[in-house]
């Protein structure tokens, strides 16, 4: 959330900066600045220090974007928030338009970074009010989640079909509503891909500092260098997310996965990025065959030309699906063999004899059944 915030010199200090600017101008009202009090205040786009003078100082109503006192051709919103005349021009005030801001963000995520993951397509999105989102932390058992008052990540099960809330706050910038939607999405993505073990160990300030990464090589790429600044700055993860720049800087992105996945540190240090390469990956399963079994099979199995599902392992809550030559456990996703070409799939629920699935950046769900021999 952006606060307001202002200084007001000393009198001595006021009187001499009065006495060596004459004539300095209010930048709310536009008068000269009479009497010897100035008052400064910070323009939290532009970083700019800009003279008040006392009356416009006290202004009730403050701009939501820049934190500068608002006097007149301001903007109200329903929710309470004030924009200033600059920033309502740069404010999309659409939620239609702000989700299919977020939808192509989901698409430019899955080509930034399809070389080394995927990102979860399950998402309800919301673009709701100041007031609605802020209500959304006060629901008992919502407060270990997302802390941005931008926006807003919940992960919900129903009927055993994982699915995840992202809600992010109207009247944003279109920088910051593509930053704010990656940060979340980001969060899905450690929802579905790190195990509830490893983020027990992984420190809040670093799931943070992780998604801050991902939000902020989206705005490199799409050269927004003021969203980019509005990041490294913000304070909320103490430091972390410099650590992961870094690290990020040091070793790439794929140790920054492995590290969210299996690291064994619980946050980044600042002053040694190399231990994001100190991780304990999970040992391969490996199931004893009977030698007789061995020599039954002269040649390998081929691959089937069309995803099959050849079997289904372990009880409820714990399944695996065995697809093709590729076994995936809900929410994952991995690279599944056909013919003689891979696809990317992602196992989105296990049921009985059947196994839904999402291949590829195809939104379409298919559903895949045992098939039972005669």
Not at 291 to 310: C, E, G, H, I
Request: charged share 25%; net charge negative; with cysteine.
């Amino acid at each position: 959330m952006i606060r307001a915030r202002h200084l007001v010199f000393l009198a001595f200090l006021s009187l001499f900066v009065a006495r060596v600017c004459a004539e300095d101008i209010c930048a709310v009202c536009g008068k000269e600045i009479v009497g010897d009090t100035v008052y400064i205040f910070t323009d939290k786009v532009t970083n700019e220090k800009k003279l008040l003078c006392n009356d416009c100082s006290l202004l009730p109503d403050v701009c939501f974007v820049c934190g500068m006192p608002v006097k007149e051709n301001f903007a109200r919103l329903p929710d309470g928030r004030v924009l200033c005349a600059r920033d309502a021009k740069t404010a999309v005030l659409d939620p239609s338009e702000a989700k299919k801001i977020c939808s192509n963000v989901q698409d430019e995520m899955d080509r930034l970074f399809s070389r080394f993951t995927s990102f979860p397509t399950n998402i309800d999105l919301h673009i709701v009010d100041r007031v609605t989102l802020v209500a959304l932390f006060k629901v008992p058992g919502n407060d270990y989640d997302c802390p941005d008052v931008l926006g807003y990540f919940r992960a919900k099960t129903n009927q055993h079909v994982v699915h995840f809330d992202i809600s992010v706050m109207s009247a944003l910038s279109r920088a910051e509503i593509k930053s704010t939607f990656a940060h979340e999405l980001s969060h899905a993505w450690v929802a579905a891909n790190v195990s509830p073990q490893r983020k027990k160990n992984v420190a809040q300030d670093a799931q943070e500092g992780f998604c801050e990464l991902i939000s902020y090589l989206l705005m490199n790429a799409d050269n927004e260098d003021a969203e980019k600044k509005a990041i490294l700055q913000s304070s909320y993860t103490r430091g972390q997310i410099d650590a992961f720049v870094a690290a990020e800087h040091a070793h790439g992105l794929n140790d920054i996965l492995d590290w969210m996945k299996w690291g064994t540190d619980s946050y980044l240090d600042p002053d040694d990025p190399d231990r994001v390469r100190v991780v304990t990956m999970p040992k391969e399963k490996t199931t004893s065959v009977p030698p007789a079994l061995v020599f039954r099979q002269s040649t390998a199995a081929p691959v089937p030309d069309v995803l099959m599902l050849k079997g289904i392992l372990g009880g409820k809550g714990h399944a695996i699906a065995l697809i093709n030559d590729q076994s995936l456990a809900v929410g994952e996703s991995a690279k599944v063999r056909v013919g003689t070409s891979n696809v990317l799939v992602r196992c989105l629920a296990i049921d009985g004899e059947s196994v839904r699935i999402q291949v590829g950046d195809s939104a379409e769900q298919q559903v895949l059944s045992l098939r039972k021999e005669k």
